[in-house]
């Protein structure tokens, strides 16, 4: 089974930084893997996405320059590094698998539980 479990969530201020990790059981050095946020009301959106390798990444336009996608394919982990947070950021982040290698388009199929982060201000 593919299992993913997302931490590092929290509160934290405006304008800070905060660094979620997602850690795999299961296959993840063949596949996209990927971030999504949910917020009450909303549907999930994509966040940001990282290939199979690491080389390529996608962003969302409204975190493009901000958040940092990565991956380290031996410890079957994917971090994202989350800076210069803003009131719209608050959200569940949810990791992902996606159904191919590629980070564009990121189709996910896996999901882990989400990790909750609040901005204060």
């Known amino acids: 089974q593919v299992q993913l479990v997302e931490s590092g969530g929290g509160l934290v201020q405006a304008g800070g930084s905060l660094r979620l990790s997602c850690a795999a059981s299961?296959?993840?050095?063949?596949?996209?893997l990927g971030w999504f946020r949910q917020v009450p009301g909303k549907e999930r959106e994509f966040v940001a996405a990282?290939?199979?390798?690491?080389?390529?990444?996608t962003y969302a336009d409204s975190v493009k320059g901000r958040f940092t996608i990565s991956r380290d394919n031996a410890k079957n982990t994917m971090d994202l590094q989350m800076n210069s947070l803003k009131p719209e950021d608050p959200a569940v982040y949810y990791c992902?698998?996606?159904?191919?290698?590629?980070?564009?388009?990121?189709?996910?199929?896996?999901w882990g539980q989400g990790t909750q982060v609040t901005v204060s201000s």
């Open positions: 992902a698998r996606g159904r191919g290698r590629s980070s564009f388009p990121f189709i996910p199929d896996y």
């Open positions: 990282v290939n199979w390798s690491g080389a390529g990444t």
């Open positions: 299961g296959a993840l050095s063949s596949y996209a």
